[in-house]
């Protein structure tokens, strides 16, 4: 099958009919890495006699395992489906729903995401009686977040705790691990982390797995942390029955340290496996030389990059590169539409293939304003997404409880939505007695009569929720999740409750209701007609697969198609977010020393590594235009800030900039500091509060557009959580924030 070899280069070629010992694959920005990984499946197959059921291919995304099904379904025909081609959370989560016995867990487990996780901690704040702005739920997930994918326990974080803060963190973490355990529930890390301790439990089970597997591949090595490393070295092994280990990377992309990204991971791979082979991927097919050199002389400036390697395309040197430098963020964003329109006038991109990338999303404003008013079509990926809106996950969390009747967060959540007479102490009184039962919440509810200081029309509104979910949970045993979701957003009147409602919002909230319907129906066709990931996803057309499939829904299926209308639309999303996409035309915008890279890097070199390898990524996304943007001062809470040049534009060779000005920016800067930012708070009067619900779109001054999913207190004590689209919602005191409604 030679002509899995052909247009292959030599690195290329190398890398598909490497055999026996492990193999790390550096491969460079767009050096054609899926379609080496494609190609020696493909190679696997037919040169060397492997079975597909052998080979198990992990991702990071849904939308990078989609296309790598896709890509070797058309290589070797429809026999691929028997290969696992999956996220790590999603072959994690295949296993454990297989061994879930042998961790005494019920196979419908509930998986929690950062809201449920956010909400279960928040109760144990309060049970403790912490004060929440001190020690506040979101700094508690972090803590308990990082031990976790360092593969700590509570009692080993217990037992490593030197002080008071960290006590307490060990404390929680127990606490928040015991009742995800009455609730029959994992988080996320937990997808990982309990998947290595089964395989470390039960050494059968991971040799069983390990014999299965015998040909592994990473993709992103470079972003895995401990607990995937040690994930993947379970299932490989360390004998001589060890599974064939190839893994494909790149340090210079490396830019998820937030997120427990180790990238010493890939740094020393020939350290932990000494027999390894090494084959640099370095022809770019991609971008032109002009910007491939603009990438190498930033990057170049960093220490921590492994095999040093340095791209080159046979494309030609293409376009200069375009520089601006806007008098302020509105002059930035006008400069940007106006260079915009010029290219697709001249036929030379379209706005479908037009990307903003930003540092911060607070940055998006300046360019929505001008869109705006220009005309441009445009989208921000980032902003509340669909399975984050209220309406959805109250229906999601119904759902939950009919695949598993002890998952807690979720009977809190709606046991009193719409209002059925339950209120707070009522809830308390059930918590109450499920701690004296050591049972779940839900449980409890069910046992409504052995809490005797619950009110009666409390005690009849938590007996009519406990009817609604007995029948939707028996309807669930033969029906598929369409028609549970359906009885019960009609059973538990929701629906009528919006549809009463004077709110024009409200509207809206119903569309959704009825796109979830929708959702739930195409999941169940899909499913009947065996196109989800593989013929061994062991997914059925039941609500349990289906609340699997939402909890494993990308940030990338937001991200608009070019295709997906004539002329598209121009794609604004941080440089994070960027992360293995392309376009012909890209704006990396904010270079200023202080907002990229940002000012919390500037006194840490490792911090500072990492934003250059964020400059890095971006600059690579770019096929043939590449322009480079700036602002001499911002408007930051109301007051004009000024910047210097961004260290990262003294880093690209002079010649390969073209500025809009008589001058390049400076190439020497002096590191910010915090004490730049900020102006005197403005209190406002009562009168000037706005008043906000859930769903308002709202603007800050120095975040930008957000979205409203939270709201609590009254009048001078009023806060809002904002949703910016830039990492968690933030909580806001109205009458301090500089917030607006739209």
Known sequence: MNDLLTGLNEPQRQAVEHAGSPLLIVAGAGSGKTRVLTHRIGHLLAERGAHPGEILAITFTNKAAAEMRERVDALVGPRSRAMWVLTFHSACLRILRREAHRLGWKSSFTIYDTDDARRLLTQIVKDLGLDSKKQSPRWFAAEISRLKNELIGPEEAAAKADDARGKLVADVYAQYTERLRLA?????????????HLFQA?????????????????????????????????????????????????????????????????????RDFPDAKTILLEQNYRSTQTILDAANGVIRNNTERGREKRLWSDEGPGSSILGHTGDNEHDEAAWVANRIDELVDAGETSFGDSAIFYRTNAQSRAFEEVFVRRGIPYKVVGGVRFYERKEVRDMLAYLKLTANPDDTVSAMRVVNVPKRGVGDRAVAEIEALAARLRIS?????????????????????????????????????????????DKLIGDSGYLEGLEQSKDPQDEGRIENLQELVAVAHE????????????????????????????????????????????GGVVTLMTLHTAKGLEFDTVFLTGLDDGLFPHERSMNKPGDMEEERRLAYVGLTRARKHLHLTRAGTRNIFGQPQYYAASRFLGEIPGDLIEWSESAPPPRVVKPKTAANFGSPIVMRSAADIPSLDVGDRVTHDKWGLGRVVELKGSGPRAQARIDFGDGEPKWVILRLAPVSKL
Do not use: W
């Open 184 to 196: 029959q529930a994992v988080d996320f890390d937990d997808i990982i982390g309990s998947t290595v």
């Open 202 to 270: 039960f050494p059968d089970v991971a040799k069983s797995y390990r014999m299965r597997f015998r040909h592994v591949m990473v993709d992103e090595y470079q972003d895995t942390n401990h607990a995937q490393y040690t994930l993947v070295r379970e299932l490989v092994g360390t004998g001589d029955d060890r599974a064939e280990l190839c893994v494909v990377g790149d340090a210079d992309q490396s830019i998820y340290a937030f997120r427990g990204a180790t990238i010493r991971n890939i740094i020393e791979f020939e």
């Open 441 to 485: 919440f839900p449980a409890a509810l069910h046992r409504v009569d052995e809490a005797p200081g619950v009110s009666g029309r409390a005690r009849t509104g938590i007996k009519r929720f406990c009817e609604i979910l007995d029948e939707a949970t028996a309807l669930a045993g033969s029906a598929p999740p369409e028609e549970v979701l």
């Open 523 to 566: 999941f169940t066709e899909s499913v009947m007609r065996g196109t989800t990931e593989d013929d061994e996803a062991d997914l059925t057309a039941d609500v349990p697969s289906f609340l699997e499939h939402v909890a494993l829904v990308s940030d990338a299926d937001s991200i608009p198609d070019p295709e997906a209308e004539e």
